[in-house]
């Protein structure tokens, strides 16, 4: 057989062969037990979450290592002179390497909340008038999936997946409301609950909310 298809490797020489994907997988496994019980770590997978960025905590760590070795070595490289002058540029690549990601990140997640927070008067009327025509509260969010604009869109097609697996449908706009920091969202779905275990009108709810949005971003512009 060797003379016709050569000589295979054994079994422990195919396994000595460090991949690309092998080494990634082991630095994302140490990454993720270093940052595993740290609190900051739920923060960043928030801050992902919120942002949309397809990304994991230690994922996230990761490339802000990678973007630290490769700012300092950039610096290093193109301000290359006297001991001291390479060492600042050194010291100002880390810098650079370290915060800009993390300031990236805060700028991409807080601008997807204020444009959800935006559209939210908007998509609450379109809830409440789904409600109002005899629609269920389930029927109403996904009318707001297949209409509404994005980030708004995407949020809510996020909860109802989350129900389709179980959870309850307040539960999963109580996870929306936190994932994207918004108190409005967070008192529409404290009244929805308590208009349900009542037994009160469901479309007034979001119709209230939305008026109040609305009235206060108008305050806002005024300056009140």
Do not use: C
């Not at 079994?11 to 595993?36: C, N, Y």
């Not at 800009?100 to 997807?112: D, G, H, N, Q, V």
């Not at 309850?168 to 929805?192: F, K, P, Y």
Request: aromatic share 8%; charged share 25%; no cysteine.
């Amino acid at each position: 057989m060797d003379e016709y298809v050569g000589k295979g490797k054994t079994k422990s020489a195919v396994q000595s062969v460090a991949t690309p994907s092998a080494i990634s997988e082991q630095i994302l496994g140490l990454s993720d037990r270093l940052t595993r019980e740290r609190e900051s770590t739920a923060k960043t997978a928030m801050l992902l979450e919120r942002a949309d960025l397809p990304l994991r905590a230690n994922e996230w760590y990761v490339l802000r290592a990678v973007a630290v070795v490769v700012t300092s070595a950039f610096a290093w490289f193109f301000v290359h002179g006297s001991a001291v002058t390479s060492l600042l540029a050194v010291i100002g690549g880390v810098f650079v390497g370290f915060f800009a990601p993390t300031m990236f990140l805060s700028f991409k997640a807080k601008r997807r909340a204020h444009k959800f927070e935006a559209q939210l008067p908007d998509v609450l009327t379109l809830l409440a008038s789904s409600l109002a025509t005899g629609f269920s509260l389930a029927q109403g969010v996904d009318a707001v999936v297949r209409d509404a604009s994005e980030p708004s869109a995407k949020e809510f097609s996020r909860a109802l997946a989350e129900t389709r697996i179980g959870a309850e449908l307040e539960d999963t706009h109580d996870h929306l409301a936190r994932r994207m920091d918004s108190s409005h969202m967070t008192w529409t779905t404290m009244a929805i609950r308590i208009e349900r275990q009542v037994g009160g009108n469901l479309d007034g709810t979001p119709r209230t909310t939305a008026t109040t949005r609305r009235q206060r971003a108008e305050l806002k512009r005024h300056g009140w």
